[in-house]
């Protein structure tokens, strides 16, 4: 890390630079450093004075691509890199010194109540060491703390040797965890970290015990928290559990869990059965040993599967089976988490929402109609994990696989590596993605027609194969994603196959009037100037109602209209009345009506979606004649043969696997709203509730 500048970002700014190959754009400046346009216009040019002043060569500009350094300014910076410093702040955080002003709020917050916990009795002195600020300024954040730590199961009290958190020591250990990630990313910014130097052993035995390998971040995870622990132990903390019953899982791990608490002359079942149940939280990238645990969650995510495919009408047969036994690797650790009430948070929870709304509310509708089978309630965190693996599925259908392939390795696991593999088969469906692997499965993977190994990890591992690697994160920021898109022009990937001819156009004009210099450069900008002005101008057009697939909304007063009565039960007759209008309309024929009457007589109730309304649906070929939706309230309920009651249908009715998915994404977002659903049911007249229903088409449409 450099230590060059006297002033805030500025060696921000020159790190990022100099760890990077290619120019960065200002909007990929922006959201690294997190500062306005310009914020970073005056920093560079405060830099540039700065590195002026030393005789070493300024920050670059070329125009249309971005910001850069050359390799002589490079290389002149070197000796301005810092040694690293390893040490033992995890343990014993005293030792730290972070400036408060490189801190983010959450992340100020996050790190007083870590030292805390970890060594209380911190007095101001040493508060005021550690960040390197003022007395009073050390009172205002403790302030803040207090309210930062209003929701959570202890407080912040002083007392004679300094400021100590009191709450239960499992309580303060369920805080560590669910925040130690956080901590860990922050900590290494500015340290190289110790551990216990026999955990790696200690790990490795566990992984043999199981026959289970701990994925690449989870691995590190432990590695540290368990050095963490360890000095928790020698300080004398104990925790204190409620329920002692062993499962076959935590028993099967317990002589390995003694083992590890007799390196301190500790034997106590409590801390035995905790540390068990730690470490069966953690993610793994395969299981050997399948137990009663196994069978249950196999069968659960089977059930989770098919009731995601029945939601969206996608066919995923083919891949059901390995998108199953992925489902129920993870679904391990996820059980663990909820059993035990740690609360998993997902980095990607707010951009899965966002790029992949439908794939979201489908994956929660699917998984909330499960969950009573597990007595615990699954967060939009942990179901956004979940939709990793759905989206995975439904994306590899369509993939076009080319000849060079392009290997995605991922340290965190297969549900994040899934989410990375969707977002790129998203942006280049014409290329060939392999994955999700981890390091070591990447270095022992055949590379004759690996054209690009992309990985979330460290590019160190991959120092000796033949062929480029390219380090981005898991959710990548807009100047990863530029790098990417340049890497792959360089390397002839089918990406943007109609822009890149019409750049060859345009290159070929421009050398009939003048000398092009540098070929490869001219392409290069051109190409990235074009990628750039199309992921930055993404309109989105006002959806007119013809232009819904919703296309017609029906009230039924009273009884169900006498032409639409046959000698059927009354559900029968209610869904060939919601239907009728797509039948009309010449959007489905009589035949798919029959088919979802059918499949509710054979099946029983499962497209009920709760809160009294049923989607009904079948698949295209049972006669779908274009994409479309009906929606009917009936003013009196409808009894289903199990009894339920409903008062809304919805006929759905696509003509392919994907246009109906932004409709169903919202119907289901809107079920969930406990308000949208009660003004739903009190509407009571066609007037009400066509007024109602496609103004909330139209309000969606416009966001």
């Known amino acids: 890390m450099l230590s060059f500048c006297p002033f805030k970002n500025g060696d921000k700014l020159l790190n990022l630079l100099q760890q990077n190959d290619h120019a960065i754009s200002i909007e990929g400046l922006q959201e690294a450093l997190q500062l306005s346009r310009r914020s970073i216009l005056y920093l560079i040019k405060k830099v540039n004075h700065a590195l002026s002043e030393q005789g070493i060569p300024i920050i670059q500009n070329k125009k249309g691509q971005g910001y850069y350094l050359e390799e002589q300014g490079k290389n002149a910076l070197r000796s301005y890199e810092q040694e690293p410093v390893v040490c033992n702040v995890l343990t014993h955080p005293q030792e730290m010194r972070i400036p408060l002003k490189d801190l983010h709020l959450d992340d100020r917050n996050r790190l007083l109540d870590y030292m805390l916990i970890t060594e209380p009795g ?18 205002q954040e403790l302030r803040r703390l207090e309210v930062y730590n209003k929701k959570a199961s202890f407080q912040v009290r002083v007392t004679p040797r300094g400021r100590i958190i009191e709450g239960s020591e499992l309580a303060k250990r369920r805080w560590i965890i669910e925040n130690f990630a956080a901590i860990l990313h922050l900590l290494e910014k500015y340290y190289t970290l110790s551990y216990s130097p026999d955990l790696p052993a200690l790990l490795q035995s566990y992984e043999d015990l199981v026959g289970s390998s701990l994925t690449d971040d989870a691995h590190h995870f432990m590695m540290y928290f368990l050095t963490w622990y360890d000095q928790r132990l020698v300080n004398g903390d104990r925790v204190s559990l409620t329920q002692t019953t062993w499962s076959e899982e935590e028993d099967r791990i317990r002589d390995w869990a003694e083992a590890f608490l007799a390196r301190h002359d500790i034997n106590d079942t409590d801390e035995c059965q905790y540390l068990c149940r730690l470490m069966r939280q953690q993610a793994v990238t395969s299981v050997s040993q399948k137990d009663a645990l196994y069978d249950s969650l196999h069968h659960f995510a089977d059930h989770l599967a098919s009731r995601f495919a029945s939601l969206s009408g996608l066919d995923i047969t083919q891949e059901q089976k390995v998108l199953v036994d992925r489902l129920t690797v993870h679904l391990i650790s996820a059980y663990h988490r909820l059993q035990n009430g740690i609360r998993y948070h997902n980095p990607m929870l707010s951009k899965i929402k966002q790029d992949y709304q439908s794939l979201f509310y489908l994956t929660k509708t699917a998984v909330k109609s499960q969950e009573y089978l597990w007595h615990a309630d699954f967060s939009d965190d942990e179901i956004a994990l979940i939709a990793t693996y759905f989206g995975g599925a439904v994306v590899q259908q369509t993939e076009e696989l080319q000849q060079r392939q392009i290997l995605v390795v991922c340290s965190s696991g297969i549900g994040t590596s899934q989410f990375l593999l969707l977002q790129l088969r998203s942006r280049y469906p014409q290329v060939h993605f392999t994955g999700p692997l981890s390091t070591a499965e990447c270095l022992q993977f055949p590379l004759d027609d690996v054209g690009l190994v992309i990985t979330t990890t460290s590019r160190q591992y991959f120092q000796n194969i033949p062929c480029p690697v390219l380090s981005i994160s ?7 994603w530029e790098e990417l898109h340049n ?4 390397l002839d990937f089918p990406i943007d196959t109609g822009l890149r001819e019409n750049v060859r156009e345009i290159v070929a004009i421009i050398s009939d009037y003048a000398k092009i210099e540098d070929m490869n450069g001219l392409l290069r900008g051109l190409n990235d100037y074009f990628y750039r002005k199309n992921h930055q101008m993404k309109i989105r057009s006002r959806q007119s109602q013809s232009d819904s697939l919703l296309k017609y909304v029906t009230y039924c007063s009273g009884e169900i209209p006498a032409a639409a009565k046959h000698a059927k039960p009354a559900w029968q007759n209610a869904i060939q009345y919601a239907c009728q209008p797509l039948l009309q309309g010449h959007f489905i024929v009589q035949s798919y009506i029959d088919r979802i009457i059918a499949l509710l007589a054979r099946y029983g109730d499962y497209m009920v979606l709760g809160k009294g309304v049923l989607l009904a649906h079948a698949k295209t070929k049972d006669g779908v004649l274009a994409s479309s939706a009906a929606l009917t309230l009936f003013e009196k309920p409808i009894t289903m043969q199990s009894g339920k009651e409903i008062r809304c249908i919805i006929c759905l009715a696509p003509q392919n696997q994907n246009d109906h998915l932004d409709f169903l994404a919202l119907l289901l977002q809107k079920l ?8 739903l049911f009190t509407r009571n007249s066609q007037q009400e509730l066509e007024s109602f229903i496609w103004a909330t088409v139209d309000a969606n449409a416009n966001q």
Do not use: G, H, Y
Request: with cysteine; net charge negative.
């Open 487 to 490: 890497r792959l022009a360089e």
């Open 474 to 480: 898991p959710l990548p920021t807009t100047q990863e």
């Open 122 to 139: 911190i007095s101001l002195q040493d508060f005021m060491d550690i960040f390197q600020v003022a007395r009073n300024t050390v009172l």
């Open 672 to 679: 969930n709203d406990t308000e949208w659903c009660k003004t």
